[in-house]
């Protein structure tokens, strides 16, 4: 794969995060095709040649919402999203042994490591305010909720 990685800052203070360089964490979802092996190493590759810090996250736990709006009973969905994050690291840690770059350092992180977390909580319990009180903020959550289910529905088929 030999495409040009190009970051596209949404706003004026991504623009600076992205100069300063610091960390990137680069999400990876389960259930998407895109994040091939291949794809994950080009990523890794350039974010490693850029930042000072990578990690990966991928929302294991989450995912089992987007079964359930699917149809899936909370229990399979439960699993469904357990054995596709397990899935999904492996994936990470596959094309980060091709670049000679250990995984052990704790570089890939799902939901139950943020939780753990006192910062990610705080981050957490934030945004859950946000998605209470900001209309704006809310509609902009289920509009890409809704683009995300549509892609997983058959033609003319519709979420509980």
Not at 35 to 59: K, M, T
Not at 116 to 128: W, Y
Not at 151 to 156: D, H, M, N, S, V
């Amino acid at each position: 794969m030999s495409e040009r990685i190009v970051a596209s800052p949404l706003t004026d203070a991504c623009v600076e995060v992205l100069k300063r360089a610091e960390h990137a964490c680069l999400g990876i979802s389960p259930f998407n095709s895109y994040f091939s092996v291949e794809r994950i190493r080009a990523l890794a590759a350039w974010a490693y040649g850029r930042f000072a810090r990578v990690d990966f996250f991928v929302p294991d736990a989450a995912s089992a919402y987007t079964l359930e709006a699917l149809g899936y009973p909370a229990e399979k969905a439960a699993w469904k999203a357990r054995r596709q994050g397990q899935y999904t690291r492996n994936r990470i840690r596959s094309a980060l042994e091709t670049l000679g770059v250990d995984e052990g350092a704790g570089l890939v992180w799902g939901w139950a490591e943020l939780e753990a977390r006192p910062a990610f909580a705080h981050l957490h319990a934030q945004g859950l305010r946000l998605y209470e009180q900001d209309t704006k903020f809310r509609d902009a959550c289920r509009e890409a909720s809704a683009w995300v289910l549509a892609g997983k529905l058959p033609e003319g088929g519709r979420t509980r």
